[in-house]
C-alpha cells in the first residue's frame, strides 16, 4: 500500500481464555497489491470495499496477502482471532494477586501480532480504538476515552482518535488497576498499577511533570496528547517503553515511597525522562526505517541526564552518563563484532538486536559530543527546527545534522556522517617532542588489532590557566604546542581514548589537582582499555590505579569498582587483584562510615556499592556485615543489596534469602535479594533458585538477574554451562523477539567460557541463529579477550 490514513481497530477481549477478535477497518491509499504485516492471527474475513476477497498467509515473511491488484483509495475490512501472549512480546497478560493484568509491547515488531497493519515506522496512521472487556475491568490506549458503553457482563470503550502515529507507539491494556492522579497545565497525568500495588503516586508523577516542563521550553513544542498515563507493568521485558501517551515502565521504577534507595530513585527519574523526550523525539518526529533506531534512543539518552540535570544539580548525573553511558559504549564498541550506529537492518531479528549500548549509549556520547562542538544553544536552536518541521512525520538522522550544521555554521554533516557510519572508535597517541607534542590516531580495538579508519575528532586541549582550544583532528598525525598542556579531552565529550606516552604520562598525572571529575574517569578508563588490550602491563595499570586509590570523586570510585571486580571474575591468579582490591575498598569503606543524615545522593550510594564491593574482597568483612541481615527491612535501603550479598557469601544459606525474598513488597528488594542468591555456592542450592524461576515465584522479568550473577559466581559456573540449552529454550520463551536472548547468551559466554570452554564452544556450534547470533559473536570474542589477559596475568 502507499498510505494508511486510519486503522479502526475494535478489540474483543476474553479475560478467561485470554484471546481476542478483532474487528479492522483499514483507511488508505493502494498501488498495485496489498500485503500487510500479521502474525499468529487468524483471519476469518476479509474485505475490500466491501467485497469479499481471498488472501494467503505467509508465516516466514509474517505477512497477509491480498490476491489482485488495486489502486485509489480503499476501504480494508478484516476480522480476526488472536492468543494473548505469554511471553514478553505483542499483547501479553502477566499475573497478579487481582487478575490477569494485560499490556502491549509493540516495539519494534510486536503490533502485527495483534492486528494486520502495515507494520512500518513511516506509515503513520490515525488510530481510532475501541475495547470491548468484562464489565469490571478498566482499560487503557494512547488517548482518553470518548465513550464508554455497558453491556450487561460487558462493556465496550472507545477511546478517541490518535493523531498521526507509528503503529510501534500503539497501546492497548486491560486490568484490575489503581490509579493516582496529577495534574500538568490541565492536562491529567495518571499512575497505573495493578491493584494493590499503589505505593506514594506523587514521586514518579512529580518526576514526569518535572520533565515535561524541561522539554516543552527546551524543544518549544508543547506536549501533544491530552493526557499522559505511566503504567507499572508488573512483567516487562524492557525497562520501560514510549507508547505515546501510555507509557509503560517496569514495577520497580514507578513503585516509589520513603524506602526506596537513591538510586533507585534516580534511576527512576532518568527513565522517566527517557520515555517522556521519546514523545517529541521519536513520537511527533519518528526515524523513518529501524537503521536510524539510534537517533530515537540516543536522543532520548542524551536528554533524559540534561533535563535530570537541569532539575537535580546536586545528582550530577552526567557522571553518571559517562559510568553508564560511556563506558558501556566504549567497551563494546571495540569488539570487532561491533556495529556502526547507523546499521541496515531488514528483519524482525536483526531489529531486536540493536537495542544496545551501541544505540543507546554510543549514539548520546556522540551526540554530548557534538552539542560541545556546534555549542549548546545552536544544538538546541537545531533540535527545535528540526522537530517543528517534521512534526508527525518522519526524518532521517541527516535532516537533523543538517538543522543544527545551519544553526551553528560549522561542518556538522560531515563529522557526524563519519561517526556513525564507522564501526568503532578512535584511540590517539600522544608523544612529547621537543617542545612540540605529536599526535596519530588509530582504530582502538581490546583484542589488540586495529586498522587505519580516520576519524574527523572535535579534539579538546586543556592548558593550564583554564585555556582551551578546539580542534577537527582529522588525519593520521599532526603536531601541538606543548606549551602549558594539561591534557585533552574537556569534560570527556570526546569519544575516543588517549594513550599518553612515556613521560607525558607522568606529565598528565601530576596535574591531577587541576582534574575534574570527567578527566581523571577518562584516565582511569583508558589505563584499563590499555591492560587488557595488552598495550600495556598489570605493573603500569597499577601504578596508574594506585594514584587515584585515596581519590573521593563519585566517577574514580564507581569505576574502580568495575575494573576490580571485572578482574576479580576473570583473573586467576588472585594474588594479584584480592589483596588490592580488599586494600582499595577497605579505606574506603571506612572512610565512607555510616550513613549520615542529609548527606548527598551519592555518598549514599558509594557507601552500598563499595560495602557490596568489599564483601567479595574480603570474607571477614562479609561476615561482620552478614550481622546487619536479620534487621534487612530496617536497613538503609542503599546497603541492602551489600547486606544481603555478604548473607549469601558468609552463610550459604539460601532458604533465608528466599523467604526474605517472599516477605518483600516491592520489585527492588526483591531483585537484590535474587541477585544476591547468584552469589550461593553448590548444586543443592543453585537447583533451589531453578525452581523459583521455573514455578514464576521469582517473575520472568528478573529471571535473569539470578542467571547473569550465577555466571559470574565461579562456583555455579559449570551449572549454567551444563544447563545452556534448556536456559536458552527459557529465554526465548519468556523474552523470544526482544532482543534479550541474545544478550543474555553475550553476556554469560565470557564467564563461564573460562571455566567450561569445551561446553561453551559445543553450545556455540550447535546454537548458531539468526535471533542470538550477535549475542554469541560478541560473547566469544570477548572470552577470547578474556583468556589472554589471563596469560598476561601471570
Ligand atoms: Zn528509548
Known amino acids: ?51 469479499d476477497c481471498q488472501f494467503n498467509i505467509d508465516n516466514e515473511k509474517q505477512e497477509l496477502r491480498v490476491n489482485g491488484n488495486f489502486s485509489g483509495k480503499i476501504e480494508l475490512d478484516i476480522v480476526f482471532n488472536g492468543k494473548v501472549s505469554d511471553s514478553l512480546n505483542g499483547l501479553y497478560y502477566s499475573d497478579t494477586k487481582s487478575g490477569p493484568f494485560f499490556s502491549s509491547q509493540f516495539e519494534a515488531t510486536g503490533a502485527r501480532y495483534t492486528f494486520p497493519c502495515i507494520d512500518n515506522p513511516a506509515y503513520k496512521a490515525e488510530f481510532s480504538i475501541t475495547m470491548d472487556i468484562p464489565r469490571d475491568f478498566e482499560a487503557i490506549s494512547n488517548m482518553p476515552e470518548e465513550r464508554i458503553t455497558e453491556n450487561g457482563q460487558r462493556k465496550t470503550i472507545k477511546f478517541m482518535k490518535t493523531p498521526k502515529m ?87 521504577l514507578l513503585n516509589l515511597d520513603g524506602s526506596s534507595s537513591a538510586s533507585a530513585i534516580k ?9 517522556l523526550a521519546h514523545q517529541w523525539f521519536g513520537n511527533l518526529v519518528t526515524m523513518k526505517w529501524w537503521n536510524d533506531l539510534w537517533l530515537n534512543e540516543s536522543f532520548a539518552t542524551f536528554m533524559s541526564f540534561k533535563s535530570a540535570d537541569a532539575r537535580h544539580k546536586e545528582w550530577n548525573v552526567f557522571d553518571d552518563f559517562i559510568i553508564s553511558q560511556t563506558s558501556g559504549a566504549l567497551h563494546g564498541d571495540s569488539l570487532r563484532k561491533t556495529h556502526p550506529i547507523d546499521v541496515e537492518v531488514k528483519n524482525p531479528n536483526e531489529i531486536a538486536q540493536i537495542f544496545d549500548e551501541i544505540s ?27 522537530l517543528k518541521k517534521n512534526s508527525f512525520s518522519n526524518a532521517i538522522g541527516n535532516d537533523l545534522w543538517t538543522a543544527i550544521e545551519k544553526a551553528s555554521g560549522k561542518d556538522i554533516s560531515n563529522v557526524m556522517s563519519a561517526w556513525i557510519k564507522t564501526p568503532g572508535y578512535p584511540i590517539i597517541t600522544a608523544k612529547k617532542s621537543g617542545d612540540r607534542i605529536h599526535l596519530s590516531q588509530k582504530k582502538f580495538r581490546l583484542d589488540g588489532s586495529s586498522d587505519d579508519t580516520i576519524w574527523p575528532i572535535p579534539l579538546t586541549v586543556i592548558r593550564s590557566g583554564s585555556k582551551k582550544e578546539s580542534i577537527l583532528f582529522n588525519k593520521n598525525e599532526m603536531d601541538i604546542d606543548g606549551k602549558d598542556f594539561l591534557r585533552f579531552n574537556e569534560n570527556h565529550t570526546g569519544f575516543y581514548r588517549v594513550n599518553y606516552e612515556g613521560d607525558l604520562l607522568q606529565h598528565v598525572l601530576s596535574k591531577k589537582d587541576s582534574m575534574n571529575s570527567f578527566d581523571k574517569w577518562g584516565i582511569l578508563s583508558d589505563a584499563f582499555a590499555a591492560l587488557v588490550s595488552g598495550a600495556s602491563n598489570f605493573n603500569t595499570y597499577k601504578n596508574i590505579l594506585t594514584s587515584f586509590s585515596k581519590d573521593e570523586e563519585y566517577t574514580v570510585i564507581n569505576e574502580i569498582i568495575g575494573q576490580l571486580s571485572e578482574l576479580r571474575l576473570v583473573i586467576q591468579n588472585k594474588e594479584k587483584i584480592m589483596p588490592l582490591g580488599k586494600e582499595y575498598f577497605s579505606y574506603h569503606q571506612k572512610r565512607l562510615g555510616d550513613k549520615k543524615n542529609g548527606e548527598p545522593a551519592n555518598i549514599s550510594i558509594l557507601r552500598g556499592r563499595v560495602n557490596l564491593a568489599l564483601v567479595h574482597f574480603d570474607s571477614e568483612f562479609a561476615k561482620e556485615l552478614d550481622k546487619k541481615f536479620k534487621d534487612y527491612d530496617k536497613i538503609d535501603p542503599n546497603l541492602r543489596m551489600a ?17 526474605s525474598m517472599k516477605r518483600q513488597n516491592n520489585d527492588e528488594d526483591r531483585v537484590k535479594l535474587i541477585s544476591s542468591m547468584g552469589w550461593l ?114
Open 267 to 275: 534511576n527512576a527519574d532518568e527513565v522517566i525522562a527517557h520515555e
Open 1 to 51: 500500500m502507499e498510505s494508511v490514513e486510519l486503522y479502526n481497530i475494535e478489540l474483543n477481549l476474553d479475560t478467561e481464555k485470554k484471546t481476542f477478535r478483532g474487528i479492522e477497518k483499514i483507511i488508505g491509499i493502494a498501488n498495485g497489491s496489498i500485503a500487510l504485516d500479521s502474525v499468529g492471527l487468524s483471519i476469518s474475513s476479509l474485505k475490500i470495499n466491501g467485497k
Open 166 to 252: 507509528s503503529t510501534y507507539l500503539v497501546y492497548i491494556g486491560a486490568g484490575h488497576y489503581d490509579v493516582g492522579r496529577g495534574d500538568y497545565n490541565g492536562k491529567p497525568v495518571y499512575l497505573i498499577t495493578s491493584k494493590g500495588n499503589m505505593k506514594d503516586s506523587s514521586i514518579p508523577i512529580e518526576m514526569a511533570k518535572g520533565s515535561l516542563k524541561f522539554y516543552e521550553e527546551y524543544f518549544g513544542i508543547n506536549y501533544q496528547l491530552p493526557k499522559l498515563h505511566l503504567i507499572a507493568v508488573p512483567e516487562f521485558a524492557f525497562g520501560a517503553m514510549e507508547n505515546w501517551g501510555a507509557i509503560t515502565f517496569r514495577e520497580v
Open 360 to 386: 543507546y549509549g554510543k549514539g548520546g556520547s556522540i551526540l554530548r559530543m557534538i552539542e560541545a562542538y556546534a555549542g549548546e544553544s545552536a544544538f538546541r536552536d537545531g533540535v527545535r527546527n528540526h
Open 681 to 794: 555456592k553448590g548444586e543443592n542450592n543453585y537447583n533451589r533458585i531453578m525452581e523459583l524461576v521455573k514455578s514464576q515465584q521469582i517473575k520472568k522479568q528478573d529471571s535473569r538477574t539470578f542467571f547473569v550473577t550465577a555466571s559470574r559466581n565461579p562456583d555455579t559456573r559449570k551449572n549454567i554451562a551444563n544447563d545452556m540449552d534448556s536456559l536458552l529454550a527459557l529465554f526465548r520463551k519468556y523474552y523470544g523477539g526482544t532482543g534479550y536472548e541474545s544478550r543474555f547468551i553475550e553476556s554469560v559466554i565470557p564467564y563461564v567460557g573460562l571455566t567450561d570452554k569445551a561446553k561453551i564452544d559445543d553450545f556455540v556450534n550447535r546454537n548458531k541463529s539468526p535471533d542470538i547470533n550477535q549475542g554469541i559473536e560478541k560473547g566469544v570474542e570477548e572470552l577470547t579477550i578474556y583468556q589472554k589477559l589471563n596469560e598476561r596475568i601471570k
Open 643 to 659: 547486606v544481603s550479598t555478604a548473607h549469601a557469601i558468609a552463610t550459604n544459606d539460601s532458604e533465608s534469602l528466599v523467604e
